[in-house]
């Protein structure tokens, strides 16, 4: 036990250490939405929000931020919310990606016609995508 709590120490202060040297480079850089993306990966829960609020600010169109606050909100029951949340970004980005995830809350929450939409719309992008095959013939089963 006294090893692992020194390992997570040691990895607590690595996550610290990297998230203020990306603090610095924030203040140089070009593309700050990109580097306030990258920060979030090293902060905690509420400054991940924080700085990918502000990467919506500064570029609306990365699809990330919109992801990660969907899988935050789906984590907190808030499953219309999570749902909203990939609606706004598929709005301007029909990506394979959010619309999986979209299928994936729509079969969540029961909402077979919606889930199916939304793999037959990702299928089109990539007719062979296996995980959206694999959840599209699960949703499919369900269909009324």
């Given amino acids: 036990m006294c090893c692992l709590k020194g ?8 996550k610290t250490a990297a998230y203020e040297e990306m603090t610095k ?3 140089k850089s070009q593309n700050k939405a990109s ?4 920060r979030s990966e090293y902060c ?17 169109l990365r699809v990330y931020p ?4 969907a899988a935050v909100l789906m984590d907190s029951h808030k499953e219309k919310e999570a749902i909203a949340e990939l609606s706004r970004a598929i ?7 959010l619309l999986h995830l979209r299928a994936a809350f729509h079969e969540h929450t029961g909402d077979v016609l919606a889930a ?14 296996r995980e959206m ?11 009324p």
Avoid at 66 to 69: A, G, K, M, N, T
């Fill in 116 to 129: 199916l939409c939304d793999c037959r719309a990702a299928l089109s992008v990539d007719p062979n995508h």
């Fill in 44 to 60: 905690d829960r509420e400054l991940t929000k924080a700085d990918l609020e502000m990467v919506t600010r500064l570029d609306p």
């Fill in 133 to 143: 095959l694999e959840l599209h013939n699960r949703v499919n089963s369900h269909e």
């Fill in 66 to 69: 919109y992801r990660y606050r």
């Fill in 7 to 14: 390992t997570q120490q040691s990895w607590k202060n690595e």
């Fill in 35 to 38: 580097a306030y993306e990258k």
């Fill in 91 to 97: 709005v301007f980005k029909a990506d394979l990606h």
């Fill in 25 to 27: 480079l924030i203040e």
